[in-house]
């Protein structure tokens, strides 16, 4: 649900530097032979991809019944995600694209895979074609599957073509309770179109972001305990608003749908939280 840059690297660099590498002369040849079809299947992408209609690319099982989906698949996993080989320098950046090695799907943990946003074993024309590859942890990755689209609204966001952060679309609330909880949910603007919001919720529901954020928020409440007794105890119930707010500024100020920039904002709308709740 985070954006990154799309790569510069074209399929066809990314493809020929990969074929450099096969010794089989027949199977480089019989790759040499797909070069129009590599290039024709970006090109497809890319206009799909624009308008979040990836699910209207058909799937296949070979590329003109010349080079096989494993072949292709080799091909990835032999001559561009293996360390060492002549594609690894094109895997390597754009593993390291994503900002602050974090994971545009979750936007929490750090990056450690590159995923297809069209599975190389249906698409294979699309193997190492690189703006069909980013970077991921292996969690969103693991959970997001090989399934195939069926719509425009259970695709997950592209964090090539899809912008979803410039509005807020992320909330939270405090439950009140000893300990102090926060629940994460899905609140989209009303510009929004219908389609937009349903791909919001799909991606943050697929990858159950509401436990994660949850998980992480609660550690957060509790190792803020003592700051905000300090607060409370100076200034009373203003004055752990006023810090809580201070935080959120921060955090909002980088990411305005980061977990943390949601926790505080719930936390400082809180009277319950911040009139001692904090510390129950």
Request: charged share 25%.
């Amino acid at each position: 649900m985070w954006k990154i840059q799309k790569p510069d690297i074209t399929a066809i660099d990314s493809f020929d530097t990969c074929i450099a590498g096969i010794r089989d002369d027949a199977l480089k040849n019989r790759l040499k032979g797909v070069r129009p079809n590599i290039i024709a299947a970006e090109i497809a992408f890319e206009a799909a991809a624009s308008n979040a209609d990836l699910h209207e690319i058909v799937s296949e099982t070979d590329i003109a019944g010349s080079v096989t989906a494993k072949e292709m698949k080799n091909l990835y996993d032999r001559h561009m995600a293996r360390d060492g080989s002549r594609g690894y320098a094109i895997y390597d950046k754009l593993m390291i694209a994503a900002p602050d090695d974090r994971c545009p799907f979750c936007g929490h943990r750090n990056v450690s895979t590159l995923d297809h946003s069209l599975p190389k074993s249906q698409h294979p024309s699309l193997a190492v074609t690189p703006i069909n590859l980013i970077p991921s942890c292996k969690d969103c990755n693991h959970t997001k599957g090989n399934a195939a689209l069926i719509g425009k609204t259970d695709q997950f966001l592209n964090a090539y073509f899809d912008d979803a952060i410039t509005e807020v679309w992320l909330s939270a609330e405090i439950v009140e309770g000893s300990p102090a909880a926060v629940r994460f949910f899905v609140e989209t603007p009303d510009q929004w179109n219908e389609a937009l919001s349903k791909r919001v919720l799909h991606q943050f529901t697929q990858l159950e972001l509401a436990q994660l954020y949850a998980s992480q928020g609660g550690r957060q409440l509790r190792n803020m305990r003592g700051a905000l007794q300090d607060f409370y105890d100076a200034g009373g119930e203003a004055a752990v608003r006023a810090d809580l707010w201070r935080r959120h500024a921060s955090y909002s100020a980088v990411e305005i749908n980061a977990w943390e920039t949601a926790l505080y904002q719930a936390a400082a709308a809180s009277d319950w939280y911040c009139d001692g709740g904090f510390a129950a």
